[in-house]
């Protein structure tokens, strides 16, 4: 039989209960899979646990929220031969699981994914530190980290949404910063700026159009924007009229950045959902190609060129 290992999350998301995993192993059974089934127990355990799977091991499941996957991916990478990799959301908002068409039905999700493909993704990187879909710096783009762990089980979605809405009555700071894309500088001041290769983010559906998996290219946007009603605006017009119409917000594709700040910030960056603690003036982000996953077959034609 082949071999799967399920790193899971058991803190993941609101209201989920250990009751699935019996019939989720049958199935996985079913496919042909001795399953191996490790539960994490502390923030970066999943960091650990992919290091220490055997070689000889055909499918990596993540079973947990964004961080965790991401935990896996940054792991995985730092093997000498990665594993195949698949994701299966238990998390509070689940972009990536959303992105990749599952459901909020487990066993639905699972039997998807082992009806699916495997696909070659680009995965970012900034100073060497992968992020699956998101990484950014400044206003809002805290919230996801600093959303507790007891209010997300406590109230899901409507967490982030509180202290979204509390992030946004707060004093709007701008960091004076020169970003360079494609040989060109742009220099100004900037409230928040946020690197992504996805379709959803922060629980928003299609944030960019035609963004793909495979095409050497990751999306920015730089704001400039302070004053609350000028982001208020701005995000009723990113909604209406896309995101190359909005005034003071600024959008590229591209497959290389540099940010340098004028003084090293004191504040973190969010990676996939996730603090990361790095405090710098200088930030190169990058992509790895080729990493493989394997997803439902659901959303590929629209995710992928290959």
Known sequence: MKKCAVIYNPHSGKNIHDNFIPNFIKILNDYGYDVDFIYTEYKYHAFKIIDEINGD??????????GTFNEIVTGNLKRKKPLLLAHIPLGTTNDIGAMFGYSKNIISNLKALLDGSIKKIDICTVNGRPFV???????????SYLTT???????????????????FFDKTNDYELTYTIDGETYQGKY???????ANRIAGFNNFYKDVKLDDDRFEVLFCSLTKK?????????????????VAGMYFHKTNNLTVKFNKKPRKNWCVDGEELVDNRKIYNISIIHDVRIMLPNKNIKNLFIK
């Open 57 to 66: 091991t055909d499918l990596v499941i993540s079973l947990g929220g964004d």
């Open 191 to 197: 409230s928040f700026f946020m690197i992504s290769n």
């Open 229 to 245: 009603k000028d982001i208020v605006k701005a995000f009723i017009n990113l909604k209406t009229n896309g995101i190359n119409n």
């Open 133 to 143: 879909y998101v990484a950014g710096f400044g206003k809002f783009l805290d919230v």
């Open 149 to 167: 762990s007891s209010q997300k089980r406590k109230w899901g979605y409507l967490a982030y949404l509180y202290n979204g809405i509390k992030s």
